[in-house]
């Protein structure tokens, strides 16, 4: 179990949203000519593992952004950001390298706001791993 | 507590003393605190990114810590934490403009969450607390 089962577990869930759009990682720069709507995934590791039950548990969150034009009406990343959050309600267990993930609170959209002329909402999904 | 059932854990909570637990609250609201606060090279100044740590570049952000709504200092929580009663409630929160788009991030910049990573580690610093008081 490491970092990469966590993103991979999540990662995958992530991508059975209907009808998704683009999906960049941590690892991955924007293009400057990617259309809106897009998805920006940051994986957020938590407490040490190190320091929980001698490194087998892994805590965390995953955010994931909902990008889209400003000047709409915020329907689109309202509704994306429900579907998503929707994905990894409490208690949803996955399988994760070779061991588990569960999701350990209820998932909600959190607030949108404007970035030039961008309009982001995000969701931050709580997750334990062992 | 990993394991114990809620009450279990409550009376665990049971055998402590009101002056323990207050300890236990106001150090771990403490511990939190501290974690948002422990600063980092910002990447204007040629930091780089260091996730559950706040960035200081021109120390605004750091600067703006408000508790319970009063002016806004690095070190606002102290005086305030140390008069922590159990059964109060206390508020924590950056004033500076651009607090929120450094938790989570923006265009081409992935968010720090000081504030995400340090609130979630609330249970761990009061079992960690905990543990000092049933020594």
Known sequence: MNENDIAQALGQRLQTLTDAPAIYWDNQNVPETQARPYLVVQMVPGQSP???????????????????????????ANETAANIAALFPYEL?????????????DTQPGPGFR???????????????? | MAGKSFTAQL?????????????IASEAIQDV??????????ISKGGSLQV?????????????????GG?????????????????DVMTFSYTAPHAFVKEVGKGG???WHFMGVNARKFPAFVEARAKEVRR
């Open chain 1, 50 to 76: 190190a320091r929980i039950s001698g490194g087998r548990v892994h805590t965390g969150f995953m955010q994931v952004t909902v990008v889209s034009d400003v000047g709409q009406f915020a329907t689109y």
């Open chain 1, 93 to 105: 267990t996955l399988p994760c390298g070779a061991g588990k993930l569960t999701i350990t609170s």
């Open chain 1, 115 to 130: 970035d030039g002329s961008d309009w982001r909402k995000i969701v931050q999904a709580d997750y334990v791993a062992l």
């Open chain 2, 11 to 23: 009376e665990d909570f049971e055998r402590l003393t009101v002056q323990n637990l207050k300890y």
């Open chain 2, 33 to 42: 605190v501290e974690g948002m606060q422990t600063p980092a090279r910002g």
């Open chain 2, 52 to 68: 559950g740590k706040i960035p200081v570049a021109e120390a605004e952000l750091i600067n703006s810590l408000s508790t319970d």
């Open chain 2, 71 to 87: 002016t806004p200092s690095a070190d606002s929580y102290s005086v305030a934490i140390s008069g922590f009663e159990i059964g």
């Open chain 2, 109 to 111: 910049m992935a968010g």
